[in-house]
C-alpha cells in the first residue's frame, strides 16, 4: 500500500502526518467495503436460490432462542454438594469446585 505522499509538498511535520493518517483510514475503509459488499452480494445470491419455506426455517432457527446446555450433574457430584453444604460451606464455593450454577447447588441442597 503507497500512499503516495510526499513530505517536502506540507508546511510542517504534523499536516504531512495528519495527511498520511486520513489517507490509510480512507484506504482501509476502502478496502473493508469491498470485502464486504462481495460477501453482501454473496449473501443476496444464496438468500434468492432458497424456498420461502426453507429461507423462513432458517430465519427461525437464527432468531430463536437458543437450547440451554443443562449441567451433567452425577450422583457422586450430588453427595459431594450435599456434604460439603451441611458442613458449612458457602454456595459460591461448591459451584465453583464441582463446576456448576450456584442455582444448581441450591436445588440439590433442598432435596
Do not use: C
Not at 46 to 70: D, F, T
Amino acid at each position: 500500500m503507497k500512499l503516495d505522499l510526499q513530505p517536502s509538498n506540507f508546511s510542517s511535520k504534523d499536516a504531512f502526518v495528519r495527511a498520511a493518517l486520513a489517507k490509510a483510514r480512507d484506504l482501509a475503509v476502502q478496502t473493508w467495503e469491498d470485502e464486504h459488499s462481495e460477501r453482501q452480494s454473496l449473501i443476496e445470491r444464496e438468500v434468492s436460490e432458497l424456498s420461502k419455506n426453507e429461507l423462513s426455517r432458517r430465519l427461525v432457527k437464527l432468531l430463536s432462542r437458543p437450547n440451554r446446555a443443562r449441567a451433567q450433574i452425577s450422583e457422586g457430584m450430588r453427595n459431594k454438594a450435599k456434604a460439603m453444604r451441611k458442613k458449612g460451606v458457602p454456595v459460591r464455593e461448591i459451584a465453583a469446585e464441582l463446576g456448576i450454577s450456584i442455582p444448581s447447588v441450591y436445588n440439590i441442597a433442598k432435596d
